[in-house]
């Protein structure tokens, strides 16, 4: 703070000049002043009286504060309230460099000032004046304007922050879809904020500067397109959330960031990068100092908006430090509590990020196969089959893929359901494939998510498709038992399927949270995912209570669940060759009832495998009439 510069509040009557500005004064430690009492005794009367002062009256009381100003900004400085309704005035009053007036506009509308003079007590202000101020004023194009429509304590915080004189609490990189309404949500919790965006001519220019112009009067934002004035303008230690595309755009801007960093500062990755080289970052940047925080987050433009699930991990003091703001923004669980926790040490939070992610590519091609077989194999119209989802939601299987997929079933285009006109021909991200690739490098079966990758690489072979159903000519029946009855199994078959795709999940986070030495809490995790992210759902609800006391116990081994699977086992069996017998698809399905009969299957056709890898390769096999730490080789041919 410069200590000479004087603060001009100014504003029409009412607009809480004196009380904003004695706080103001109190809070930088300068004197205050109030323009009124410097009025000549003949002004006060004449104000008094009801009668507007003319510019004939005001010119030597404001070449008397100009006077003033010129000795207070050689003292210690002060804050002056004022009236400067028009630009002229506030011409008058400079009598000192423009960069040592600091201009303070107080904005509010007419009948919230006319309310408030109502209620004033012993001043010589009439409230009949202040339709005459109104037309007086111009408002300035300079200096900062302050809504005056919020408390005291909050309208000092804006001005602090809008001079500069308080730095932000945080700062955000990367102002794309997710990054501004992550910085909108940001704001709504009174958190003060700087943001900043790159500038490419053409393309993206003072997107920072644009997102600040649309924010209301009465939040603290910052923007930026330097980044050396962006970190500067941030509270040290610093925390920064980085909001831009995974993978080389994230080096970038840490290789940016580095030099202008103290330490101890903390850098947050929001985006959805690989949880390997979350890990190399974190190295990298602990070395000098500064703390990494690898940060999954879910939830769509939506949730960012309104409050995602928030799945940090690195250093447990970066998080202490810098986990107040994520758990601020983050969606709130039944209980109100946070949908954001410490997940654990290194790329983990990634990681769970990823398996997230896994777990959402097998739900979505889940629930598109079952569209797929109401739709063509029982004929039904888009309604109808979001209305059979509706009827699910309420039966205890609700979830926000659920619901998304019965509204995306009723929207039409003109007197056509637009699902009939969007291409069978399926993008992806990346994450889900990341997933089938781990839980290989890992040795885990990851059924349910590896089909449904797939089934989107195949879904990508549009041309190749169309060439071979010409080519086969293969048909597809349509249902000849009860319609009612094979609802009923498919509800069944779609819960039973939907188990398995999580436990497939879970079992992948328990076994990388050994191999890595991570300490996952699974219960924490089901629970950080029940609002706020894509797979919120009852059964998540669920599997959070269900692994409160067990959390190494895999999910389809709980009681609560084999009773479930019990009762829903055969109509999955039914419906998966119901549907391949009549010429429909059904990856994930297919995939999750195979991985199901063979996890309960004691006897499985393993031993073949390993006969075959020691015939042809010598690779040697273990015995059950033998130690489990013995293993034998076979001359096959003998």
Same mark, same amino acid.
């Given at each position: 703070?410069?200590?000479?510069?004087?603060?001009?509040?100014?504003?029409?009557?009412?607009?809480?000049?004196?009380?904003?500005?004695?706080?103001?004064?109190?809070?930088?430690?300068?004197?205050?002043?109030?323009?009124?009492?410097?009025?000549?005794?003949?002004?006060?009367?004449?104000? $008094?009286?009801?009668?507007?002062?003319?510019?004939?009256?005001?010119?030597?009381?404001?070449?008397?504060?100009?006077?003033?100003?010129?000795?207070?900004?050689?003292?210690?400085?002060?804050?002056?309230?004022?009236?400067?309704?028009?630009?002229?005035?506030?011409?008058?009053?400079?009598?000192?460099?423009?960069?040592?007036?600091?201009?303070?506009?107080?904005?509010?509308?007419?009948?919230?000032? $006319?309310?408030? /003079?109502?209620?004033?007590?012993?001043?010589?202000?009439?409230?009949?004046?202040?339709?005459?101020?109104?037309?007086?004023?111009?408002?300035?194009?300079?200096?900062?304007?302050?809504?005056?429509?919020?408390?005291?304590?909050?309208?000092?915080?804006?001005?602090?922050?809008?001079?500069?004189?308080?730095?932000?609490?945080?700062?955000?990189?990367? /102002?794309?879809?997710?990054?501004?309404?992550?910085?909108?949500?940001?704001? $709504?919790?009174?958190?003060?904020?700087?943001?900043?965006?790159?500038?490419?001519?053409?393309?993206?220019?003072?997107?920072?500067?644009?997102?600040?112009? %649309?924010?209301?009067?009465?939040?603290?934002?910052?923007?930026?397109?330097?980044?050396?004035?962006?970190?500067?303008?941030?509270?040290?230690?610093?925390?920064?959330?980085?909001?831009?595309?995974?993978?080389?755009?994230?080096?970038?801007?840490?290789?940016?960031?580095?030099?202008?960093?103290?330490?101890?500062?903390?850098?947050?990755?929001?985006?959805?990068?690989?949880?390997?080289?979350?890990? %190399?970052?974190?190295?990298?940047?602990?070395?000098?100092?500064?703390?990494?925080?690898?940060?999954?987050?879910?939830?769509?433009?939506?949730? *960012?908006?309104?409050?995602?699930?928030?799945?940090?991990?690195?250093?447990?003091?970066?998080?202490?430090?810098?986990?107040?703001?994520?758990?601020?923004?983050?969606?709130?669980?039944?209980?109100?509590?946070?949908?954001?926790?410490?997940?654990?040490?290194?790329?983990?939070?990634?990681?769970?990020?990823?398996?997230?992610?896994?777990?959402?590519?097998?739900?979505?091609?889940?629930?598109?196969?079952?569209?797929?077989?109401?739709?063509?194999?029982?004929?039904?119209?888009?309604?109808?089959?979001?209305?059979?989802?509706?009827?699910?939601?309420?039966?205890?299987?609700?979830?926000?893929?659920?619901?998304?997929?019965?509204?995306?079933?009723?929207?039409?285009?003109?007197?056509?359901?637009?699902?009939?006109?969007?291409?069978?021909?399926?993008?992806?991200?990346?994450?889900?494939?990341?997933?089938?690739?781990?839980?290989?490098?890992?040795?885990?079966?990851?059924?349910?998510?590896? %089909?449904?990758?797939? *089934?989107?690489?195949?879904?990508?072979?549009?041309?190749?498709?169309?060439?071979?159903?010409?080519?086969?000519?293969?048909?597809?029946?349509?249902?000849? %038992?009860?319609?009612?009855?094979?609802?009923?199994?498919?509800?069944?078959?779609?819960?039973?399927?939907?188990?398995?795709?999580?436990?497939?999940?879970?079992? /992948?986070?328990?076994?990388?949270?050994?191999?890595?030495?991570?300490?996952?809490?699974?219960?924490?995790?089901?629970?950080?995912?029940?609002?706020?992210?894509?797979?919120?759902?009852?059964?998540?609800?669920?599997?959070?209570?269900?692994?409160?006391?067990?959390?190494?116990?895999?999910?389809?081994?709980?009681?609560?669940?084999?009773?479930?699977?019990?009762?829903?086992?055969?109509?999955?069996?039914?419906?998966?060759?119901?549907?391949?017998?009549?010429?429909?698809?059904?990856?994930?399905?297919?995939?999750?009832?195979?991985?199901?009969?063979?996890?309960?299957?004691?006897?499985?056709?393993?031993?073949?495998?390993?006969?075959?890898?020691?015939?042809?390769?010598?690779?040697?096999?273990?015995?059950?009439?033998?130690?489990?730490?013995?293993?034998?080789?076979?001359?096959?041919?003998?």
């Amino acid at each position: 703070m410069n200590s000479k510069t004087v603060y001009i509040v100014f504003g029409v009557s009412g607009s809480g000049k004196t009380t904003i500005g004695k706080v103001l004064a109190k809070t930088l430690d300068i004197p205050f002043y109030d323009a009124d009492d410097f009025h000549s005794a003949t002004n006060i009367k004449k104000m $008094s009286d009801g009668i507007p002062l003319n510019d004939e009256d005001r010119n030597p009381w404001l070449q008397k504060l100009a006077n003033k100003i010129k000795d207070w900004h050689h003292e210690k400085g002060a804050v002056l309230a004022c009236s400067a309704l028009k630009q002229k005035y506030r011409e008058m009053l400079k009598s000192i460099h423009n960069e040592s007036i600091k201009w303070i506009f107080l904005d509010g509308n007419y009948d919230l000032i $006319s309310s408030r /003079l109502k209620a004033r007590r012993k001043h010589f202000f009439k409230k009949e004046l202040l339709t005459s101020q109104f037309e007086t004023l111009e408002k300035p194009s300079t200096g900062i304007s302050i809504n005056i429509d919020q408390g005291t304590e909050e309208i000092i915080v804006e001005i602090l922050h809008k001079l500069n004189l308080k730095k932000s609490q945080l700062g955000l990189i990367g /102002l794309g879809v997710m990054g501004k309404n992550l910085a909108k949500n940001i704001l $709504s919790k009174k958190i003060s904020l700087s943001v900043y965006n790159r500038q490419i001519e053409g393309k993206e220019v003072d997107v920072a500067k644009h997102f600040v112009n %649309e924010q209301s009067n009465d939040v603290s934002v910052l923007g930026f397109d330097d980044l050396s004035s962006f970190v500067s303008s941030i509270a040290q230690p610093r925390t920064i959330m980085i909001m831009v595309n995974s993978g080389k755009p994230v080096d970038m801007i840490i290789e940016a960031l580095l030099p202008l960093l103290s330490k101890e500062d903390c850098l947050i990755d929001g985006g959805n990068s690989h949880y390997k080289k979350t890990s %190399e970052r974190e190295k990298k940047l602990l070395k000098h100092g500064v703390y990494f925080l690898g940060t999954g987050i879910s939830g769509g433009e939506e949730g *960012a908006l309104k409050g995602p699930s928030i799945m940090p991990g690195g250093v447990k003091k970066a998080y202490d430090r810098a986990g107040k703001f994520l758990e601020a923004i983050a969606a709130k669980d039944k209980n109100n509590n946070s949908c954001c926790a410490y997940i654990g040490p290194e790329g983990s939070g990634h990681y769970v990020k990823m398996v997230h992610n896994g777990i959402e590519y097998g739900e979505m091609q889940l629930l598109a196969e079952i569209y797929h077989l109401l739709r063509f194999y029982c004929n039904m119209t888009p309604e109808q089959i979001s209305e059979i989802f509706e009827s699910w939601r309420s039966n205890g299987k609700d979830g926000f893929l659920l619901e998304i997929t019965a509204d995306i079933l009723q929207k039409k285009e003109g007197e056509q359901f637009l699902i009939d006109i969007i291409l069978d021909k399926a993008g992806q991200k990346g994450t889900g494939g990341w997933s089938t690739i781990d839980a290989l490098e890992l040795g885990m079966p990851a059924n349910t998510i590896s %089909e449904a990758v797939m *089934a989107r690489n195949l879904s990508g072979m549009k041309s190749q498709r169309g060439i071979a159903s010409n080519a086969y000519q293969l048909k597809q029946a349509s249902i000849t %038992e009860n319609e009612a009855d094979f609802i009923i199994s498919l509800e069944k078959a779609f819960y039973a399927t939907s188990i398995i795709n999580h436990t497939i999940g879970f079992d /992948l986070l328990a076994h990388a949270s050994q191999e890595y030495d991570w300490n996952l809490d699974m219960s924490e995790i089901a629970r950080v995912w029940t609002n706020g992210c894509i797979i919120r759902s009852d059964l998540m609800e669920k599997i959070s209570s269900l692994f409160v006391n067990a959390n190494t116990t895999s999910l389809l081994l709980f009681p609560e669940i084999i009773t479930t699977m019990k009762a829903n086992n055969i109509a999955l069996k039914n419906i998966a060759a119901t549907a391949i017998k009549n010429g429909y698809s059904l990856p994930v399905i297919s995939a999750a009832l195979n991985y199901f009969l063979t996890y309960t299957s004691a006897q499985s056709s393993a031993n073949m495998i390993q006969a075959q890898r020691d015939y042809f390769g010598a690779h040697a096999y273990q015995r059950i009439d033998k130690s489990t730490d013995e293993y034998f080789h076979t001359n096959w041919k003998s």
